[in-house]
């Protein structure tokens, strides 16, 4: 799939709730849990506004959006990666996050984290080098998040 990124724009809030939604959508469906705040169009302003956040509207649409979070001494954390599940499989996802490590060639650790039943995105993040470097706190439900590192 061809792909055409971007820095995501003040007024592309409320589009990112939708496209964010949809994916976040089939995780909670496959997975019975998911971060719910990327349903409100105030996160997305606020990563909008203080961190590096890039969609790809190549279909016209929205269809994956990611933020790059400066967290000082040369690391970035990826605050949120989504795919529509329209377009999954396609390899979006995989240029969306190289695209976004080349344009900060300074950083020496990336990480992130997911929840830790999303076998699927586990496997995207080791295919990508990012290996499991710990876990988060466990919340009431049970429900935790595993937190992979690349560091370069």
Not at 47 to 67: L, M, N, P
Not at 82 to 92: E, F, I, L
Not at 132 to 150: H, Q, S
Request: hydrophobic residues 35%; glycine residues 8%; proline residues 1%.
């Amino acid at each position: 799939m061809i792909v055409d990124f971007r820095k995501a724009h003040n007024d592309d809030a409320v589009i990112l709730v939708e496209a964010a939604g949809r994916a976040l959508a089939e995780d909670e469906r496959i997975y019975g849990s998911v971060d719910t705040q990327y349903r409100s169009a105030s996160i997305h302003q606020h990563f909008i506004e203080v961190a590096h956040y890039f969609v790809d509207a190549s279909t016209g649409r929205v269809v994956t959006g990611a933020c790059a979070i400066d967290r000082g001494q040369n690391q970035y954390e990826i605050g949120i990666i989504y795919v529509d599940p329209a377009v999954q499989n396609q390899g979006v996802g995989r240029q969306m996050l190289r695209y976004i490590e080349t344009q900060f060639p300074w950083v020496t650790r990336w990480y992130w984290d997911t929840g830790h039943l999303n076998y699927r995105n586990h496997h995207f993040y080791k295919t990508l080098g990012y290996h499991r470097a710990g876990t988060a706190k466990k919340e009431n439900n049970g429900y935790y998040k595993v937190i992979f590192e690349k560091i370069i």
